[in-house]
Nanobody, 128 residues
Framework: MFSCRRVGGGLVQAGGSLRLSCAASGLTFDDYAIAWFRRAPGKEREGVSF????????YYADSVKGRFTISSDNAKKMVYLDMNSLEPEDTAVYYC?????????????????????WGKGTLVTVSS
């Protein structure tokens, strides 16, 4: 079972920061990479980042590279997405998901169809 939470308010001004957390209970954490996707208003869901702690691999979409940082606490089965220098274009519903390591580590990309588990989304709104 996944639960996706937002630490801090869901409305932030441009340039601000937020942390998202993903609690991944109910699965063998070491077998999966944990990913974040987002769906902006009127747009398709896009892959933002993933972490494979087993393989020590992280990935970031170009749109967030240098601003977002993904990390994991394996003992707690938690994954965090620290979002800094937020822009209005980051406004979206954010989802965490789990995918078997191999495909994302080999391809260094994210596709919705590869995900085995999804958490509920959490809304992030960035005002200009």
């Amino acid at each position: 079972m996944f639960s996706c939470r937002r630490v801090g308010g869901g409305l932030v001004q441009a340039g601000g920061s937020l942390r998202l957390s993903c609690a991944a209970s109910g699965l063998t954490f070491d077998d999966y990479a944990i990913a974040w996707f987002r769906r902006a208003p009127g747009k398709e869901r896009e892959g933002v980042s993933f972490v494979s702690s087993t393989n020590n691999v992280t990935y970031y979409a170009d749109s967030v590279k240098g601003r977002f940082t993904i990390s994991s606490d394996n003992a707690k089965k938690m994954v965090y997405l620290d979002m800094n220098s937020l822009e209005p274009e980051d406004t979206a519903v954010y989802y965490c998901a789990a995918v078997p390591h191999t495909i994302v580590v080999l391809t260094r990309t994210l596709r919705e169809s590869w995900m085995d588990y999804w958490g509920k989304g959490t809304l992030v709104t960035v005002s200009s």
